[in-house]
Antibody, heavy 120, light 109 residues
Framework: QITLKESGPTLVKPTQTLTLTCTFS??????????VGWIRQPPGKALEWLAL???????RYSPSLKSRLTITKDTSKNQVVLTMTNMDPVDTATYYC????????????WGQGTLVTVSS | QTVVTQEPSLTVSPGGTVTLTCASS?????????PNWFQQKPGQAPRALIY???NKHSWTPARFSGSLLGGKAALTLSGVQPEDEAEYYC?????????FGGGTKLTVL
């Protein structure tokens, strides 16, 4: 059974750096073809893909946010960490992590999401 | 910047059939964009329905189907149920990056 859960601060101040952790079970990030991604959703708005990391440490970022994002993995801890610098109120959103596996299949399994509010 | 466009809203009667589409600003959507479809209900995380154009996950109800239609990816719901009222998102793959569509709010009335 694949599960993912996001954790991190619920409130950050403008200009601060956000660090979110995705802790997962039911799969290994050392298995060929497996990836974990981050997606966010501002209140009442659409989903936005942020980043993906694969079993071989290949990393992909949204072009519009690439300069602010870093994604890393700790295979031994079954965790993926996303950092986003220079937070702004427009970054207020629910942040999800999700599992990716297989050709053409993206994000078959999702975490419950964590709401991050950016406010002074 | 690549934009993926979906119908903002659609309405369908219970038992009816409805098709949602997903277009790319780069041109015709092909199987190489690996279209994926997701359903999201209020207060819930998205749920994957379709991957790689037309493949269903083990949990996807049979009334959902995916295809390519007129240069777009399409999600068809046949025999719509009241519980299908939700927001639907498509996702397209652009050689490493992925982009979600803006979502279609499906109302069952």
């Amino acid at each position: 059974q694949i599960t993912l859960k996001e954790s991190g601060p619920t409130l950050v101040k403008p200009t601060q750096t956000l660090t979110l952790t995705c802790t997962f079970s039911g799969f290994s990030l050392s298995t060929s073809g497996v990836g974990v991604g981050w997606i966010r959703q501002p209140p009442g708005k659409a989903l936005e893909w942020l980043a993906l990391i694969y079993w071989d440490d290949d990393k992909r970022y949204s072009p519009s946010l690439k300069s602010r994002l870093t994604i890393t993995k700790d295979t031994s801890k079954n965790q993926v960490v996303l950092t986003m610098t220079n937070m702004d109120p427009v970054d207020t959103a629910t942040y999800y992590c999700a599992h990716r596996y297989g050709s053409g299949s993206f994000f078959g399994y999702w975490g419950q999401g964590t709401l991050v509010t950016v406010s002074s | 910047q690549t934009v993926v466009t979906q119908e903002p809203s659609l309405t369908v009667s219970p038992g009816g059939t409805v098709t949602l589409t997903c277009a790319s600003s780069t041109g015709a959507v092909t199987s190489g964009y690996y279209p994926n479809w997701f359903q999201q209900k209020p207060g819930q995380a998205p749920r994957a329905l379709i991957y790689s154009t037309s493949n269903k996950h083990s949990w996807t109800p049979a009334r959902f189907s995916g295809s390519l239609l007129g240069g777009k990816a399409a999600l068809t719901l046949s025999g719509v149920q009241p519980e299908d009222e939700a927001e639907y998102y498509c996702l397209l793959y652009y050689g490493g990056a992925v982009v979600f569509g803006g979502g279609t709010k499906l109302t069952v009335l």
